[in-house]
């Protein structure tokens, strides 16, 4: 039964950023302003950070696919970027210190990492037309400080969720 | 050099970005149709939204109401007063009605363009990166839904048009979506109307663009926008939404119109796809006629 509640973990935050956008009420931000929520990429962080760190990447490669096939129609961008900037994270990981808070500074970076490689790539493909100081100050902004409450709000159960996962791993 | 090459995580990187670019290019070509494995995984996490959206919906129609409690005295006064007007109203469509049926017995003229039969669908899903504008509806091959069909709000103004369809889920592009084949033939009605295609959406401004308005055309401010059905799918007279302004197009053989669109692209529940009632001419026989004449 446990070997089913991360992948149902998962694919509970694949649903949730639906949702989020879905019943965000537009005029409660000002609508000019788009906000992307990018919980599934944290998830897929902590996972990768704190969990296991092959699994975590699996996770991102398999739920990558996913968010491309269901949500936007055109394979590759997520199914690329997911996996590469939770590498990216163990990496930088290898020289910093495991302390929630830089996880969470690293997290922030990673989003960030994520909306401007997306955006580069819709831009190379001409999905958006959108120029960089327009999407500075339209998307990536409101994006952060989105991603951030989320980050405050979700960080300390989903260390405590990985940790828990991996000391099982270890005993197993 | 050779060290450089046997580098395994070098290669990996160029091997996968190589898999990205053929993945790419292959979503980017027009398709008829998703892949069966797509169209399977589209289903089933469209059943566990469907499960999901259900609870959703219902804890946001709580607050909707307790929301439109707060305005009602003044909406009531308002209503109030529109109502007298609608009695007379109400009459005259009915006799234009039966009129127009009248008529078109005459000239012996069953099928029109404007006659379509709804199908009604919920929401289940949205794009959650914010930059291709999809939905995923609640119903699929099995409820008639197919590629191409318009998609209506819930008060009547057009939103979009069904992009891809599974058996049990489909899923809509909004008008508010950058895409090149995103064009709707429209008609701005007046006393003389003109034809047009909405291409594009202006992000800044929040305005539809209605482009390829013939440069001598006298436009003014409010006028109604509409689809025409020339476009060979959509229905005719389908609201879309008021003019606001208009400007010469760069080379000024044309005008292009800015709509602000009645539907609110943000906040959408219910939604109606549209089945046109009249039959679609074959573009193979088309094609095929089209020779004839040359």
């Known amino acids: 039964m ?15 950023e639906s949702l989020f956008v879905q019943t965000l009420p537009a005029e409660v931000f000002n609508s000019e302003r788009i906000l992307a929520p990018r919980f599934l990429m944290i998830v897929i ?29 055109i394979i590759g961008i997520y199914l690329f970027m997911f996996p590469l900037i939770a590498y990216i994270a163990s990496k930088l990981m290898r020289i910093l210190q495991s302390n929630i808070v830089v996880v969470s500074v690293i997290s922030i ?17 001409n999905i958006t037309n959108m120029d960089f100081s327009l999407f500075l100050n339209q998307r990536l902004f409101p994006t952060i400080v989105l991603n951030l409450a989320f980050i405050i709000i979700f960080a300390y159960p989903l260390k405590r969720i990985f940790e828990k996962y991996a000391t099982s791993l270890r005993e197993d | ?7 395994k995580r070098l290669i990996l990187l160029l091997v996968s970005i190589i898999i990205l670019v053929a993945l790419i290019g292959f979503s980017l070509r027009e398709r008829e149709e998703l892949t069966v494995p797509e169209q399977f995984l589209k289903d089933a ?27 009602t005295y003044s909406e009531n006064k308002e209503l109030k007063s529109r109502l007298d007007g609608l009695a007379k109203l109400e009459s005259d469509v009915q006799q234009l009605k039966k009129e127009n049926n009248e008529l078109r017995e005459i000239l012996d003229k069953k099928d029109s363009l404007s006659a379509y039969s709804p199908i009604q669908a919920t929401v289940i899903g949205r794009n959650p990166d914010r930059w291709h504008e999809l939905l995923i509806i609640n119903k699929g091959k099995t409820n008639g839904i197919e590629q191409n069909m318009a ?6 103004f057009i939103i979009g048009k069904v992009k891809s369809t599974q058996q049990f889920t489909s899923t809509i592009q909004l008008l508010t979506a950058m895409d090149p084949t995103n064009r709707i033939s429209a008609e701005i009605q007046g006393t003389d109307s003109y034809f047009g295609t909405i291409e594009g959406y202006d992000v800044e401004r929040e305005l539809l663009e209605l482009k390829r308005i013939p440069y001598d055309a006298k436009i003014e401010k409010d006028q109604t926008v509409v689809t025409s059905g020339l476009g060979g799918i959509f229905p005719k007279g389908l ?5 606001v302004d208009t400007e010469p197009d760069e080379f000024g053989l044309n005008q292009t119109a ?14 109606m796809v549209v089945k046109r009632d009249m039959m679609q001419p074959d573009l193979s026989d088309m094609v095929d006629d089209e020779e004839e004449e040359l």
């Open chain 1, 2 to 16: 446990r070997k089913y509640l991360l992948p149902l973990l998962f694919i509970l935050f694949f649903i949730l």
């Open chain 1, 45 to 73: 962080l902590f996972m990768t950070l704190y969990g296991h760190r092959d699994q975590g990447l699996v996770y991102g490669l398999v739920f990558g696919l996913l968010f491309d096939v269901v949500y936007t129609e």
């Open chain 1, 109 to 125: 970076l990673c989003v960030v990492l994520l909306e401007l490689g997306v955006y580069e790539m819709n831009y190379l493909i």
């Open chain 2, 1 to 7: 050099m050779p060290q450089f090459f046997l580098n």
């Open chain 2, 45 to 71: 996490t469209g059943w566990i939204q469907n499960v999901v959206s259900r609870p959703q919906s219902y804890v946001t129609g709580i607050f909707e109401n307790i929301k439109d409690l707060q305005n």
């Open chain 2, 151 to 156: 998609v209506v709000s819930s008060n009547g």
């Open chain 2, 239 to 243: 609201p879309i939404g008021k003019v």
């Open chain 2, 258 to 271: 800015y709509v602000k669109p009645g539907a609110n692209f943000y906040d959408i529940q219910n939604v």
